[in-house]
């Protein structure tokens, strides 16, 4: 075996930087107490601790293997840019998936009106960054919103995320709103396409999960995240069976390794299904490459280098396969 490997490099499809900052503690009993946990420091952010925390987190992605992101942004504008000029300073790919926020949350989410959003959304494209259309969720964004965003990310051909499904509360407050649920919703306002990523779905059920596959749109799951907030997750069996395309995103970033998101990607099909072979190697490299890449719209990113002389990858007769199964992201070469 060669001393080194080249693989296609990770791409971070959902992340959320400033939340590094929470890793390792205990934020309360389940996620609602979590999220309090969350506000909290999201309300003491800078545009200058953005810039210069975000380094550090997005030079972490980039030794663990990922080589771009997509930063999901609700902290401002100004903090928006600073995040743009961190990526770059830590030489990963960025799409800038910037966050409409109608209600909810705390004050600094939030805009006065979609043409306010846009209008950030417009300054950010004009200075060179790569964006999508990111509606936070349909408890932030309410039906009018999300209509013109799906509107306007279809008219410009960007991508569109959202969180949906990550809780039974939020599917019981969109019932009570609506009479839908959420993925239901977000197809009747015109926000599902094979350009949409829907972030989490841990709780959608099977009609959500007919409207992804028939609309084309593809799911970012975050298990490692999912698992630490007492999400659940995904319903991978039920996934794979309609063939809707997925994706990875290290969200909260409580643990930075694709390698580790994909292995409980494909442990939970094992669990459900009784069976080793549920996903290939190649399947789960694609999602934690390609899936991430087409789920952001990029073409181009850049590749990462296995270290095949790495004590994890000893003795192996198969290197992908040790790596996706039995390897943490140690192995991968600077």
Do not use: K
């Amino acid at each position: 075996m060669a001393d080194e490997l080249q693989l296609p490099g990770f791409v971070d499809a959902h992340c959320h930087g400033f939340q590094r900052a929470l890793r390792g503690r205990t934020e309360g009993s389940d996620f609602w107490t979590w999220r309090d946990a969350m506000l909290d420091l999201a309300a003491a952010q800078s545009a200058e601790g953005v810039r210069r925390e975000y380094v550090l987190v997005y030079d972490e992605l980039r030794r663990n293997g990922y080589t771009a992101v997509g930063e999901f942004h609700y902290l401002g504008l100004e903090e928006a840019h600073a995040a743009a000029s961190a990526a770059a300073e830590a030489g990963i790919a960025l799409v800038l998936l910037y966050v409409a926020y109608a209600r909810g949350g705390i004050d600094r989410f939030r805009q006065a009106s979609v043409g306010e959003y846009l209008r950030g959304l417009e300054e950010l494209r004009a200075a060179g960054v790569r964006v999508g259309v990111a509606p936070h969720s349909v408890r932030a964004c309410p039906r009018e919103w999300l209509e013109e965003l799906g509107r306007y990310a279809r008219e410009h051909a960007l991508p569109l995320h959202v969180h949906a499904d990550e809780q039974p509360r939020e599917i019981d407050e969109c019932r009570a709103e609506h009479g839908l649920r959420p993925i239901e919703l977000l197809a009747e306002c015109g926000c599902l396409g094979p350009r949409t990523t829907i972030v989490h779905a841990t709780h959608a059920d099977g009609r959500e999960l007919d409207l992804l596959a028939e609309s084309g749109a593809r799911l970012c799951a975050c298990p490692t995240t999912e698992a630490n907030l007492g999400d659940g997750f995904l319903p991978v069996t039920r996934v794979l069976h309609r063939g809707i395309p997925l994706c990875i995103g290290s969200d909260s970033n409580v643990r930075i390794d694709p390698l580790e998101e994909l292995r409980e990607l494909d442990g939970i099909a094992r669990r459900q299904t009784g069976r080793r072979d549920v996903f290939s190697v190649d399947e789960l490299l694609a999602i934690g490459s390609d899936g991430g890449a087409a789920s952001l719209g990029l073409s181009e990113w850049s590749p990462i280098r296995v270290d095949a002389t790495h004590p994890q990858l000893r003795g192996v007769d198969e290197p992908r396969a040790a790596l996706v199964h039995g390897c943490s992201a140690d192995v991968f070469s600077s």
